[in-house]
């Protein structure tokens, strides 16, 4: 099976620096809305999120659990099947305040850690999936993993300016919901 791979501050919600409470989340317009799509034309949705603010001790994974039933819950009221919704996060960072979590892990983005255990545990195809991000990072890791196509969004946020310089990228859009169309537009082509 193919996979969306998606990162989540920056694409699927406003990245505005550690996101941890619902009030704080805000989806990017579109967003939601174009997860479902993506569903309903046999894309495994699989949310991979480096959430190194675990290990910084801004938040702990208790409150990451509870966001993400928000989350998960909010996109199911957007038609998503949420159960079929796969999230992965990295709660590490090498440089962390909480001891257990203050690790070099091969699961923090660009390590390809998570979408490596995401294929193995749902069963996909990493040739046939696509990887949606908002950072080098996130591009980097897609390319690690083997992922068949990554995708950058701009998403306002100033770091995707430099990885529009740099990275190694197949298409580059403003949102998540363009790169959907663009997906969706060319299998109408293909058949
Ligand atoms: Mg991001
Ligand atoms: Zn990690």
New binding site residues.
Partial sequence: MRAAFLDRDGVVNIDRGYVHRWEEFEFVPGAAQAMARLQRAGWRLVIVTNQSGIARGYFNEAQFQALTGRMLQALAEAGVDAAAVAVYH???HPHGRVPTLAVD????KP?P?MILRAAAEHGLSLADSILVGDKPSDIAAARLAGVGRAFLVHSDNPESVVALAKADVDAVFDKLTDCVDMLLSAADWAQ
């Fill in positions: 990295c709660p590490h892990c091969d699961c923090r390590a850690g």
